[in-house]
């Protein structure tokens, strides 16, 4: 097994450890609560993983993009969107030093997935007006509960997400123990071109 960092070596270990899919096929629970509050057209899920979330968008009308750096997990998205008769594009990238265009997206998703500094702090300029960002992932206090998963790299600090949603109205914020997890759930919404 290769040491927990978060480099695609790591990553594929993880997938091709399992013939099934690692993160399941069902969307995340907070995902399928809240997709009304999402803006609907372009979404870029980043982190994508097997495809879980990108294709329940697909399913609700979204135009998809879902990006991840393991070709094994890319390949299973691929595989779930044809069986679920939906169109997503997929693009197996590393995030590492990705730009996001500006105000090219309606809806950007994190689902487990905790981007580099650069990433993050160009995340919101990448919306749209009226676009809306979501975010899911463990806390580093969700460490003191279950530490393999997640993996430290993984986990946001506290606030961590809402300094990430600067200049965003926020809609929906907490940070506690859910389904026996400590997560982080935002929603935001960006109201004025300037953020
Ligand atoms: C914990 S999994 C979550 C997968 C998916 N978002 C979900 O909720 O099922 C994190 C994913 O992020 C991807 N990832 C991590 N760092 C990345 C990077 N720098 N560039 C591209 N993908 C990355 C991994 O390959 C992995 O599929």
Not at 80 to 109: H, Q, R, W
Not at 134 to 139: F, K, N, S, V
């Amino acid at each position: 097994m290769i040491k927990e960092s978060n480099t695609p070596e790591f990553w594929e270990s993880i997938y091709t450890s399992k013939d099934q899919y690692v993160y399941g096929k069902e969307p995340s629970k907070f995902l399928v609560e809240y997709v009304d509050l999402l803006k609907k057209g372009t979404a870029l899920d980043l982190g994508m993983g097997e495809g879980r979330n990108a294709i329940y968008l697909a399913s609700q009308g979204f135009a998809v993009t879902g990006i991840d750096h393991s070709p094994t997990a890319v390949a299973r998205a691929k595989k779930l969107a044809a069986n679920s008769g939906v169109t997503l594009e997929c693009k197996e990238a590393s995030l590492d030093f990705f730009l996001i265009p500006l105000m090219k997206y309606d809806t950007i998703l994190l689902s487990d997935f905790h981007p580099q500094p650069v990433l993050m702090k160009n995340l919101v300029r990448g919306l749209t007006v009226g676009g809306t960002l979501m975010i899911e992932a463990y806390t580093k206090e969700h460490l003191k509960i279950k530490q393999d998963p997640p993996y430290i790299f993984d986990c946001f600090d506290s606030n961590e997400a809402l300094h990430l949603a600067q200049g965003l109205k926020i809609l929906q914020y907490s940070e506690r123990e859910i389904y026996g997890e400590h997560r982080v759930q935002l929603i935001g919404v960006k109201t004025t071109m300037a953020s």
